[in-house]
């Protein structure tokens, strides 16, 4: 389920005793999908449609016949209902009857933004519903149909990126929707507007990435995706972020991604053949880190994110050809440093020369990197502390 739509429906599953019509369905709602989430861990396909249904059958027995005389409160829970069951309807491969509770939330939705024309929060949901139809539609085979949700989906993401540009969801949902975009043009055999939007989604989505030093800032969201099997704001951005980089190189091919970097992966076997690990080793290659010619910078950052997040080995770079680096360039290998230690792997550094460290006193190598000679040393420690395990 999106994280979006999570956060909308955070009442729904941890909202007070119904003490009135509008919270008597909201714990009913609660109970309901609470039931259809443990079906669908437990892989009971059979069960988790049945609650599905009758979930459906509720819904559609508090639709209202004058939306106008309905409740602001009643509108959104049912909006929420609707939304919730589109995404599990197009995840167990039912596109139509997913596009059909699409529809029914947008309706609530229009009406919800007639009373409140300023509410981001509105628009975000119709992104939202915007996009899960566009997947539907291409999972059916209407491309161009699919494109034209999309475009609507950047036009609601766009709008609050310009109302509330610290919506960090926001702007990692607006880099998810590009990516679609590029996709559909993919299919479309329109590779140029393909590249355009995948570029986009790459450049929003890498800012994001490194704009966000925590991957969640919110521990109630955190603990309830957790819950409802879904991945904070950091990981739902990588996630995108992969999936743009794969559509790309299908467009450009390999060689284009690693502009600045070689990567290779190594994996190191125990003599006595009871144990072996996997290093990614990335050469730098370049002799000055910094964003001259403008762009270069971002370029490398690209070659990092996509080798060191779309695996989890121990990671080891190589700094030999490097002389100096400028602050922006040092900002970045904090943040990547950050974010490798915030998935348990230590950054390896060899080849740091005495110029490099002079140059850069705010990286403490020493303290922050485990920094080693060479590649050989790397090898002989790593037997060296598991030969006796």
Excluded at 62 to 74: I, K, Q
Excluded at 335 to 364: D, F, K, N
Aim: contains cysteine; negative net charge.
């Amino acid at each position: 389920m999106p994280f979006r739509i999570i956060s909308k429906l955070r009442n729904l599953f941890a909202g007070p005793a119904s003490s009135s019509p509008s919270e008597d369905r909201q714990a009913q709602l609660r109970q309901r999908f609470g039931l259809l989430y443990a079906h669908n861990s437990r892989g009971d396909a059979a069960a988790a449609k049945t609650e599905s249904d009758q979930i459906e059958r509720l819904l559609d027995s508090w639709y209202p016949s004058d939306p106008d005389s309905a409740s602001g409160g009643d509108l959104i829970i049912l909006a929420n209902g609707y939304m919730a069951l589109a995404q599990v309807r197009r995840e167990t491969d039912q596109p139509e009857a997913s596009i059909a509770h699409s529809d029914k939330a947008t309706e609530i939705l229009n009406q919800l933004r007639s009373r409140a024309p300023g509410d981001m929060e509105t628009h975000g949901d119709l992104a939202a519903c915007c996009n899960s139809r566009g997947l539907c539609l291409s999972a059916l085979g209407r491309k161009e149909d699919a494109l034209h949700q999309y475009r609507q989906a950047v036009a609601h993401r766009e709008e609050i990126r310009k109302q509330q540009p610290g919506d960090e969801l926001n702007v990692v949902y607006l880099g998810g929707v590009y990516c679609n975009m590029g996709q559909a043009e993919m299919r479309l055999e329109n590779p140029d507007a393909a590249l355009r939007h995948l570029e986009t989604s790459i450049d929003i989505l890498t800012g994001s990435i490194q704009g966000c030093d925590c991957g969640c800032r919110d521990a109630l969201d955190a603990q309830l995706a957790a819950q409802l099997g879904s991945a904070p704001p950091v990981r739902t951005a990588l996630s995108f972020l992969n999936n743009a980089l794969i559509s790309r190189e299908s467009i450009l091919g390999p060689e284009a991604l690693l502009k600045h970097t070689s990567q290779t992966t190594m994996t190191i076997e125990r003599s006595d053949g009871h144990g072996k690990m996997d290093f990614v080793i990335v050469i730098i290659d370049c002799e000055s880190i910094s964003d001259d010619p403008p762009g270069r910078l971002n370029e490398l950052r690209l070659d990092l994110l996509q080798g060191l997040f779309t695996n989890f080995h121990p990671v080891v770079f190589d700094f030999s050809r490097v002389r100096s680096m400028d602050q922006a360039a040092i900002k970045l290998f904090r943040h990547i440093r950050s974010q490798l230690v915030g998935s348990r792997r230590w950054p390896i550094v060899i080849g740091l020369t005495e110029e490099l460290a002079r140059a850069t006193p705010e990286m403490r190598w020493h303290d922050d990197f485990d920094c080693q000679d060479s590649i050989e040393g790397v090898i002989q420690n790593y037997i060296s502390e598991h030969e006796d395990t």
